[in-house]
């Protein structure tokens, strides 16, 4: 009964290659969270997605699409990798931010490498 | 530019000692305030959140908010080996859907 849950766990693929990452909440929450962990650990918000509706894109590069087909899953896509893509990407769900309720739940994690 | 800033450490105390962890921020407007903890390999994990000035306890954690000099703390009391880990501040301004994260404190708790 996991609460957020990604997929892949471990991603490792060639340069210029496109690959995504699967998440799923079941907590009922309305809104979904995209970041990237970089290797000095710097948590940085991507995108943001309530009840389907994106909310938050930060400067992202448009290699990244996020897509959002219920409110309990937000995917992302990531078109011609590149080797500073590499990075930990976590998947978050929060229950009402415009109310103030926005303690993040995070995912496990993907850890995508590219060669 | 919302700045969250924090002590990279690593911290390091003694096993039964007060870890204290320091978090500053630049957004005067900031309402929400986080703590998370992160151990290695794994994903941050809520550990305490506060909205007002003051102390807010939760069994061996503490979080101190003092807005007017901008800042938050967690203290951990009694620490223990497994509070061994990188805590992380995240500081949210009022409706913005978008928490700033610190780059995090490494807390090293030694036998």
């Known amino acids: 009964d996991t609460a957020v849950s990604q997929t892949p766990k471990y991603l490792v693929t060639q340069m210029g290659n496109d690959k995504s990452i699967k998440c799923e909440q079941n907590?009922?929450?309305?809104?979904m969270y995209w970041y990237k962990q970089d290797s000095k650990k710097f948590l940085k918000i991507m995108f943001s997605y309530n009840n389907k509706e994106l909310i938050i894109n930060e400067t992202v590069p448009n290699r990244f699409s996020p897509k959002s087909p219920d409110k309990a899953h937000l995917n992302l896509h990531i078109n011609s990798l590149e080797l500073g893509d590499s990075a930990v990407y976590f998947c978050?769900?929060?229950?009402?931010?415009?109310?103030?309720?926005?303690?993040?739940?995070f995912g496990p994690g993907t850890r995508l490498t590219v060669l | 530019q919302k700045e969250v800033e924090q002590n990279s450490g690593p911290l390091s105390v003694p096993e039964g000692a007060i870890a204290s962890l320091n978090c500053t921020y630049s957004d005067r407007v900031s309402q929400s305030f986080f703590w998370y903890r992160q151990y290695s390999g794994k994903s941050p994990e809520l550990i305490m959140s506060i909205y007002s000035n003051g102390d807010k306890e939760d069994g061996r954690f503490t979080a101190q908010l003092n807005k007017a000099s901008q800042y938050v703390s967690l203290l951990i009391r009694d620490s223990q080996p497994s509070d061994s880990a990188t805590y992380l501040c995240?500081?949210?301004?009022?409706?913005?859907?978008?928490?700033?994260f610190g780059r995090g404190t490494s807390l090293i708790v030694h036998p």
């Open positions: 978050a769900s929060s229950q009402d931010p415009l109310r103030g309720v926005n303690e993040q739940f």
């Open positions: 995240a500081v949210e301004s009022g409706g913005s859907y978008i928490p700033t």
């Open positions: 907590l009922g929450h309305d809104t």
